[in-house]
Every structure is written in C-alpha cells, then in structure tokens.
C-alpha cells in the first residue's frame, strides 16, 4: 500500500479517533477538578490533610499510565456483576469509563500541588489585613487568597490538561477509541505513517490546548478581559469543532473486537466489511487482550470478535487434556454456552498455533533439529515473542517438558 492511501486512511479516521479523545480528555480534566480543587482548599486550611492528600496523588503519579487504566477494567469489572446481581443493573465496564476514572485520578495531582503551593505562598501581611477587615478565614481564603493564588493554579491545569490528553493515548487497551489507536494499530502492523500521525495529532491537541490555557493564565494576571474572552472562545471552537462528529446517529451499532496483532486487525476488518454489506452499521476495539476482549464479550461490551480454541480451552476452561480439535471445539462451544450464553458461530477453517522460528544459517551452525537439540543451547540464545506467550499455560508446558531456559526473553 503506498503512503499515499495510509495518510488518506489516516485522515479518514481522524473525526472518530479525535472526538473520543477530546471528549475523554475534557470529562477527565473536569472531574479531576471537581474533586482537586476542593481537596486543595480544604488541604490549605488543614495541614493534616495536607500531607497525605499529596501523598496519595503522587503515589498515583508513580503507576504507570497503562498500568493504571487496565487495573480499573477488572475492577469495575467486578462491581458490574455485583450491582447487576444485587440491584437488577449493570453498567459497561469496557472503554470509556475505566479510562476517565484512571485520568481522572492522573490529573489530581499537579492541581493538588499547584493550589496548595499557590495559596501557601500568599504574603502573611494580606492574610492579616482580610482578617482585620473582619473577614473570617473561609472569606479571605475565597475573596483575596484565591484570586491572587489563581495565576500558579492555572499553571497546575495546564500541567495536568497536557498530562491527560498524552496519557489517553494509552487507552486504546481497554478498548476506548482514541488517537491511541493510530500508533497501537501502527506498531503492530509496523505502519510507521499511523504512528507518526497519531504522535503528531496528539502533540498538536496539547500544545493547542495548553496555549489557550497559557492565555487564560495571562488574562488573569494582566486582567485582561479580551485575552479572557478570546482564550474561551477558542477553547469552546476546539472542543466543539472535535466533538461535532460524534452528534451524527450513529444507530445500534455492533461493535468488533480485536486483540493486538495484525491478523486480528484484518480479521476485524473482515468482519466488519461483512456486517456493511449487510447494511448493519459497526463499531471497532481494537488492541484488546485474550483475557480482556472476552470478559468484554460476556459483559456484552463486546459483540463479536474471532478467538482460538486453544486461548479458551486453556486460558478460560483451564483443561490441560488434548481430546483432538473436533472435541475440542464442540466441548467449548458447549462451555461457552453453558457458562456465559456466548454462542459459538463455528470455526474459520484454519489452525493458527504458536510455532518456535530461528534463521536457519544460525539452526545449521548449532546442528539444531528440534525442540530437544534447542533445549542444550537456549541458556545462549534469546528468545522474543508476543505479550501473552510467555504467561500462557502452552509455554510453562514447553519450557518444563524440555526444561529450556533462555537467556534473555523479550517480549
């Protein structure tokens, strides 16, 4: 393909990928300062909470950003099932709320420290005179603290907006749509013009936003009202201008799920041109993991996607018998309709397994024919592979039965 078509398709899908990571990033933004901003006046008036209100914000700020969003899926998760058995409602657990509430809690912290920094740093003198004017101190906190404090409160939004809108890119995972998809996508697929453009548009997203902020910061300072004005105006274009596409109808769409390699892209993509000519309208999740995209299935996050029998057999029914692969299909069609209500369409026709490679000049200087000559000569060798292999039960049979060891192991 050349890159020509990868830039239009990369255009093509901009409106999508941009309005979903626009308006994370702003719900993310805002409520994060709905709960910072109190916190911080409440930490200005108690140095008690002071302490372990920042604590608990940087120790936050130490997980990572992945890390972060996948811990909250299992999470709410759990809390689905539970509201669902006792109360009669669920919620989804997949997508856009595990990501604003991991964002949420990642913009706390340069708000946090940024208000109680500004407010502690107030001249004694103007704390005295409020007070002997006859203002209490919650009235000089919001009357002359504040406002004087606000100019360095800003310059924590802004730290904290720029923070928010790079780590939704991280969100793609846990299938929120984001500019994220152009480089989980890219790398996968080595599509070096998607992940370039999706570095790029995020960047310009956050320089755009923190100029306009910078702007906003400058008004106040210098108060001036048409930099205030000016500074809103062009933070209500943006946002409106890239959410717009999301007002189209989009119907009941069914969405595709795929885990994170290229032939579940094109497996995605496969289906999805199936479903438009039938004229049902789709929806994709891309970069998914095994564990991840099937729980998202029974908790109908997803609704359809292409899995493996072994992944399943092993990973979810946890068999380590090997009855032959028309057994095995039948016997997790059955399980899966039995435990979850997921019906099984059938199978596609082709065996896809893990397979161990080596260059073959490399296998004839070591005199290696199979697993057992590798075995003798893995403590030298290294050995790469995908994020899931080196924790699936397949590999853990391998490495004991033949008791290999590799020398470095890169994933």
Same mark, same amino acid.
């Given at each position: 393909m050349s890159s020509t078509s990868l830039w239009q398709q990369a255009f093509a899908r901009l409106p999508d990928y941009l309005s979903q990571h626009v308006l994370l990033s702003v719900s993310a933004l805002a409520l994060g300062l709905a709960i910072s901003l109190p916190l911080a006046l409440l930490a200005a008036q108690s140095r008690l909470l002071r302490g372990p209100m920042l604590g608990?914000?940087?120790?936050?700020? @130490?997980?990572?950003? !992945? #890390? %972060? !969003? /996948? %811990?909250?899926?299992?999470? %709410?998760?759990? *809390?689905?099932?539970?509201?669902?058995?006792? &109360?009669?409602?669920? $919620?989804?657990?997949?997508?856009?709320?595990? /990501?604003?509430? #991991?964002?949420?809690?990642?913009?706390?912290?340069?708000?946090?420290?940024?208000?109680? =920094?500004? *407010? #502690?740093?107030?001249d004694p003198a103007v704390k005295m005179a409020a007070r002997g004017?006859?203002? @209490?101190?919650?009235?000089?906190?919001?009357?002359?603290? *504040?406002?004087?404090? =606000?100019p360095i409160i800003i310059a924590g939004i802004r730290t904290a907006a720029v923070w928010v809108i790079g780590t939704a890119t991280l969100s793609t995972p846990?299938?929120? =749509?984001? *500019?994220?998809?152009?480089? $989980? @996508?890219?790398?996968?697929?080595?599509?070096?013009? &998607?992940?370039?453009?999706?570095?790029?548009?995020? /960047?310009? !997203?956050?320089?755009?936003?923190?100029?306009l902020l910078a702007l906003v910061q400058d008004g106040l300072m210098q108060r001036s009202r048409w930099r205030l004005r000016l500074a809103f105006a062009g933070l209500v274009a943006?946002?409106?201008?890239?959410?717009?596409?999301?007002? #189209?109808?989009?119907?009941?769409?069914?969405?595709?799920?795929?885990?994170s390699f290229e032939e579940q892209y094109v497996l995605g993509a496969l289906i999805q041109d199936r479903l438009e000519k039938a004229d049902i309208t789709s929806a994709r999740r891309d970069g998914l993991g095994s564990t991840v995209i099937f729980h998202a299935l029974a908790a109908n996050d997803v609704d359809v996607y292409v899995d493996y029998s072994g992944t399943i057999w092993t990973n979810e029914m946890h068999r380590t018998d090997m009855p032959g692969r028309r057994a095995v299909l039948d016997q997790t069609a059955a399980w899966l309709m039995r435990k979850h209500g997921i019906r099984m369409v059938g199978a596609l026709g082709f065996e896809n397994a893990y397979a161990l490679a080596m260059r073959a000049d490399k296998a004839k200087a070591l005199h290696i024919n199979s697993i057992a000559d590798l075995a003798a000569y893995a403590s030298r060798l290294k050995v790469g592979g995908d994020f899931e292999i080196f924790s699936r039960p397949e590999w853990r049979a391998l490495t004991t039965a033949y008791g290999i060891k590799f020398g470095v192991q890169r994933q």
């Open positions: 608990f914000a940087s120790i936050v700020q @130490t997980i990572p950003g !992945l #890390a %972060l !969003l /996948a %811990l909250f899926y299992p999470l %709410l998760l759990i *809390l689905s099932g539970f509201t669902h058995s006792v &109360f009669g409602f669920s $919620f989804q657990a997949l997508g856009f709320l595990p /990501a604003l509430l #991991a964002l949420t809690l990642y913009s706390m912290l340069p708000v946090l420290r940024n208000t109680i =920094t500004g *407010l #502690a740093g107030i004017v006859g203002m @209490t101190s919650w009235q000089s906190l919001l009357i002359v603290e *504040l406002p004087l404090a =606000t846990v299938g929120q =749509t984001s *500019l994220g998809n152009y480089i $989980f @996508t890219g790398l996968q697929t080595e599509n070096w013009v &998607f992940v370039l453009f999706g570095c790029v548009a995020a /960047a310009v !997203l956050a320089l755009v936003i923190d100029r943006v946002i409106a201008a890239s959410l717009f596409p999301m007002l #189209a109808p989009s119907g009941n769409a069914v969405v595709v799920g795929t885990k």
